[in-house]
């Protein structure tokens, strides 16, 4: 049975997966004509995907992360040590990937999810999303709930340190998407 979906990632305009509750994982590799419904042998809700090309495919459940590097026939599935509930994951390459979640929970993988360095920001908001540009550059974003504000982080060497964007608003901010702007060397979030 598949369930509502919460995420998709394309690695081309052929290769799609997507994420939702109750671990459904789907894929297409003829751009949406059929969907394969994978197993993975979860039922928790899958929230996040990410695929680096179209064999290596990550995936965060609310207290798991699976790995593929073989297009879904096999997936590792890890945890970072005391995890909290997460909500997104923003993968690089086969090797390094951020995974975001509640109580401002950040952790960073450089060794395809063996090990996770927790880079969390504190407090106790959710952040919802998280968006890489390289192994050194990722933006987060989440909110509080009462009083309403939005927040957004930004690291640039790599998670050691995360700064407050200081939105100003007093909205959540569900979703970031980041990319490098050509030839600039800047990065800046998608709206």
Avoid: H
Avoid at 142 to 161: H, I, N, V, W
């Amino acid at each position: 049975m598949v369930s509502d979906i919460l995420d998709v990632t394309a690695y081309d305009a052929n290769s799609v997966w997507a994420v939702g509750r109750e671990g459904t994982l789907l894929k297409t590799t003829d751009g949406g004509a059929t969907w394969l419904q994978v197993f993975t042998g979860l039922s928790e809700d899958l929230q996040g995907i990410s695929a680096i090309d179209k064999n290596t495919i990550w995936a965060v459940g609310s207290d798991n992360v699976l790995r593929t590097t073989n297009a879904g026939l096999y997936w590792s599935v890890t945890c970072p040590a005391n995890p909290v509930y997460f909500l997104d994951i923003s993968a690089v390459d086969a090797s390094t990937a951020w995974i975001v979640g509640y109580d401002g929970g950040i952790f960073k993988t450089t060794n395809g999810g063996l090990t996770w360095t927790n880079q969390s920001v504190g407090g106790t908001s959710p952040l919802s999303s998280v968006s890489a540009v390289d192994k050194n550059v990722a933006w987060a974003c989440g909110g509080f709930e009462q009083p309403a504000a939005g927040l957004m982080y930004k690291t640039t060497d790599g998670g050691a340190s995360w700064t407050n964007q200081n939105t100003d608003l007093y909205e959540w901010i569900f979703d970031v998407k980041a990319q490098a702007t050509s030839g600039q060397g800047k990065q800046a979030p998608l709206a």
